[in-house]
Nanobody
């Protein structure tokens, strides 16, 4: 299992970014997939998780209405579309899976397979 995340960068408040996580070793909708983030001095937290086959979704309250996780099966890639970004969204973002099927379990317990992080900085 290998996950390769990219797409971070510097963006102004109110801006948008799309993070990508290319999946190697399994098809992207076989397991639950999630996005997580870790801000300086804080613990890693769940942002959004999708169940296997997209029939369940978890979204953290702090990003509801602004962030959307989705998959593109033909590219075997998992995405996080982020809009209306705020300075508090500044963090290293990670994609991950626990090789299970439940988005609730994944976001509650965090992943055990991680991509490398990608830094998102929201600043004017």
């Amino acid at each position: 299992v290998q996950l390769q995340a990219s797409g971070g960068g510097l963006v102004q408040p109110g801006g948008s970014l799309r993070l990508s996580c290319v999946v190697y070793g399994f098809t992207v909708d076989y397991y639950a997939m999630g996005w997580f983030r870790q801000a300086p001095g804080k613990e890693r937290e769940a942002v959004s998780c999708l169940s296997r086959h997209n029939d369940g979704v978890y979204v953290a309250d702090s990003v509801k209405g602004r962030f959307t996780a989705f998959r593109e099966n033909d590219k075997n890639t998992f995405y996080l579309q982020m809009t209306d970004l705020k300075p508090d969204d500044t963090a290293v973002y990670y994609c991950g899976t626990d090789r299970g099927f439940s988005e609730q379990r994944l976001c509650r317990n965090l992943a055990d397979n991680w991509g490398q992080g990608t830094l998102v900085t929201v600043s004017s």
